[in-house]
C-alpha cells in the first residue's frame, strides 16, 4: 500500500495568512496527487489534480507543488471560507486509492 | 451538471449486510470509474472501491471479502453491499465518479453523503 502523511494536523491561522500544507507518499508516485476540501457535513471538493492543476471554478489563491514523494497546497491569503479540513489522496496506483490522514485549518 | 446522489437505510443491526445505491444524473455514465467512499464519524477517508460502466470491479483489499459492487447502466445506477457489518462500519458512505485527466483519474463529483450507522 502507498501510505500518505500530512502534517500538520491541525493549524490555527488569520484572514489572509499565507497557509502552507504537506503531503508525503511512502513511495514515488509521479504526479498523481490530488487536494480536496471538505467542509463540515459536506462531501469533500475537488481543489487541485494532478499535484498542480486547479480544478475549474477554483480561487486561484490555490495552489499545489510537488512530484516523487513530497507535495505542497498552499493558500496564498486565506478566506474565512477556506476554514476546512484538507486532504491529500493518491492515484499512482488505482488498484488501492489511499488518502492522507487530513488538515484540519481553524481560525486563530 | 453532474450530481450524484445516494440511497439507502440510515440504521442497519449487526452483522447484517449494508446496501446503498447511488444515481448519477446530468452527465454521461458510460467511460467512467463509480466509486464508494467511507468516512467515520470525526476521521479520515477510506476508500471502499470502484466499477467501471461496464461492469469490472476493484475493492480495498481491506474489505474485499465484504464488498460487492454492481452497475444497472439502463438506470445509471450503481450499488454497494458491505455484509457482516460491525459497529466500525458505521460511517458516511459516499459516492464519487472517477474521471481521467490524461493519464491520471481523479475523484471530481461526489454525492452528499449517507450516514449508516450499525447498531441493533
Known amino acids: 500500500d502507498i501510505q500518505m502523511t500530512q502534517s500538520p494536523s491541525s493549524l490555527s491561522a488569520s484572514v489572509g495568512d499565507r497557509v502552507t500544507i504537506t503531503c508525503r507518499a511512502s513511495?514515488?508516485?509521479?504526479?498523481?496527487l490530488h487536494w480536496y476540501q471538505q467542509k463540515p457535513g459536506k462531501a469533500p471538493k475537488l481543489l487541485i489534480y494532478?499535484?498542480?492543476s486547479l480544478q475549474s471554478g477554483v480561487p486561484s489563491r490555490f495552489s499545489g507543488s510537488g512530484s516523487g514523494t513530497d507535495f505542497t497546497l498552499t493558500i496564498s491569503s486565506l478566506q474565512p471560507e477556506d476554514y476546512a479540513t484538507y486532504y491529500c489522496?493518491?492515484?499512482?496506483?488505482?488498484?488501492?486509492?489511499?488518502f492522507g490522514g487530513g488538515t484540519k485549518v481553524e481560525i486563530k | 451538471q453532474v450530481q450524484l446522489q445516494e440511497s439507502g437505510p440510515g440504521l442497519v443491526k449487526p452483522s447484517e449486510t449494508l446496501s446503498l445505491t447511488c444515481t448519477v444524473s446530468?452527465?454521461?455514465?458510460?467511460?467512467?470509474?463509480w466509486n464508494w467512499i467511507r468516512q467515520p464519524p470525526g476521521k479520515g477517508l477510506e476508500w471502499i472501491g470502484y466499477?467501471?460502466?461496464?461492469?469490472?470491479?476493484n475493492y480495498n483489499p481491506s474489505l474485499k471479502s465484504r464488498v460487492t459492487i454492481s452497475v444497472d447502466t439502463s438506470k445509471n445506477q450503481f450499488s454497494l453491499k458491505l455484509s457482516s457489518v460491525t459497529a466500525a462500519d458505521t460511517a458516511v458512505y459516499y459516492c464519487?465518479?472517477?474521471?481521467?485527466?490524461?493519464?491520471?483519474?481523479?475523484?471530481?463529483?461526489w454525492g452528499q453523503g449517507s450516514l449508516i450507522t450499525v447498531s441493533s
Open positions: 489522496q493518491q492515484s499512482y496506483t488505482t488498484l488501492l486509492l489511499t
Open positions: 513511495q514515488s508516485i509521479n504526479s498523481y
Open positions: 494532478a499535484a498542480s
Open positions: 446530468g452527465g454521461s455514465f458510460s467511460s467512467y470509474y
Open positions: 466499477i467501471f460502466y461496464s461492469g469490472s470491479t
Open positions: 464519487a465518479r472517477m474521471a481521467l485527466a490524461g493519464t491520471i483519474s481523479l475523484l471530481d463529483y
